[in-house]
């Protein structure tokens, strides 16, 4: 049918191309025809720059036409600077209360990076947390990020500003695609506190060994916002209650830090931080003056072969809290204040498989054991004089993310939490990353 079709057609074109040639031909001038239409334009060309001469002699020159200019830098400042996002919605249904089942929209944050040279460059990092902030809501809107670092020809990385402490696996890279499970990990929630920053100045380097090392000098905790009358120490964390992230944090007692990250076998990662300063701050009368804190941290994580097994283990301790805690109990002895902690500890073990991947999807199930306590010693008060120490919290996660291209993850998980029971319940979460 095709050859059918075509033969005619081919023919059609042949013929109306074989009458357009003769057709030209048949109009083709004469040589002397085009001297004579040549010599014609020369003369009309002549004359009309003599027109020309005559005019801008009476009128002067012409003016320039300016051609507008984009401003000096727009086009660099495009190329040099990224926004990216990331977000997530969670879904929590206890099993003891299915009637509190509650979704919230966890965060919503904006990232700005920028790059002054190849040297120099800033980011900043703004979220906003519940959905609603209001006087009224449970919602914040935050600054959780704002640094500028600069690298020197040697390799040497120098920043300041509000950046996030480098300890754990997530704190630094939090993002609901990085970690598995729709809410973060207790332990770096109530031990680590969750999405950590400090204002300060930072150096860091990395060896020819892959190790990458950091130092610096920053803001530290105020233990004078500790409130013996609030739950949040005990439900947050400690460092939850008394952190300063930036907003007139105080800065009369500095803190410093160091971390260590080696990278120097395929998939491994191994590291380990500490952090540590006075958390009084030097108020006049207060009872914590002398106390300081001590947090470190150690951490892994190997992906190989379709596995990603990782572990954290964290110890903090508040050095001279006997005296601030005898204050809290004398101010209400027929209550059970909240009592400063002097030793708080957790770690987790956590193992995932890519059980199932296309160009598109993958599925990776996983299993946490965490096991943590955010006040298991009070120094020297014992229960008898109020400091009761409760059971270490001992949880298993079992759970899946299914994830969508390279950006974005549907979570779904179930909590067993051994020794207290009306924390178990069932977890949905949708998030994403760019």
Sequence with gaps: MFRLR???????????????????????????????RIDALEQQNAELQEKVRRLESTQGPRPEVQVAQAPSGRADWAESTTVSSYGEVGY????????????????????LQHRFDDQTRMVGEWEWEHAVT?????????????????????????????????????????????????????????II???WREVGIGLSGTTE???????GLTTGFNLNKWDPASP???DEGPLQAIHGE??????????????????????????????????????????????????????????????????????GTI????????????????????????????????????????????????????QYNDAAAFGTLSAADGAIVMPDDRVWTLGASLYVTSGVVLKVDYQRNLAYSNKNGMNLGVGYSF
């Design 6 to 36: 075509f033969r005619p057609l081919l023919a059609c074109v042949l013929g109306l191309s074989l009458g357009l040639a003769g057709a030209v031909r048949a109009d083709v001038p004469s040589l002397e025809s085009l001297a004579r």
């Design 92 to 111: 929590n249904r206890p099993s003891d209360a299915p009637e509190a089942a509650t979704v919230d929209v966890q965060r919503a944050v904006i990232v």
């Design 134 to 190: 209001s006087a009224s809501d449970q919602g914040e809107a935050e600054v959780e990020q704002l640094w500028v670092e600069h690298e020197f020809d040697s390799g040497l990385r120098a920043k300041a500003g509000l950046f996030l402490m480098p300890f754990g696996l997530i704190n630094q890279n939090h993002e609901p695609t990085a970690y598995y499970g729709v809410f973060r990990d207790q332990v770096e929630r109530v």
């Design 193 to 195: 506190p969750s999405t």
């Design 209 to 215: 060994a892959a190790l990458t090392w950091e130092v």
């Design 232 to 234: 949040e120490g005990r």
């Design 246 to 315: 930036g907003q007139f944090a105080a800065a009369r007692d500095l803190s410093g830090y160091a971390a260590l990250n080696w990278r120097g076998y395929p998939g491994l990662q191994l590291g380990a931080a500490v952090f540590t300063g006075k958390v009084g701050q030097q108020q006049p009368g207060f009872a914590g003056n002398d106390s300081r804190l001590v947090l470190a941290d150690a951490h892994a994580r190997y992906t190989v072969a379709g596995w990603d097994l990782s572990g954290v283990y964290a110890r």
């Design 319 to 370: 050095s001279r809290t006997e005296a601030l805690n005898e204050g809290f109990l004398a101010l209400a002895p027929s209550a059970t204040p909240a009592l400063v902690p002097s030793l708080f500890e957790g770690g987790f073990l956590q193992a995932a498989y890519k059980l199932w991947h296309n160009d598109r999807f993958a599925l990776n199930p996983f299993l946490r054991y965490e």
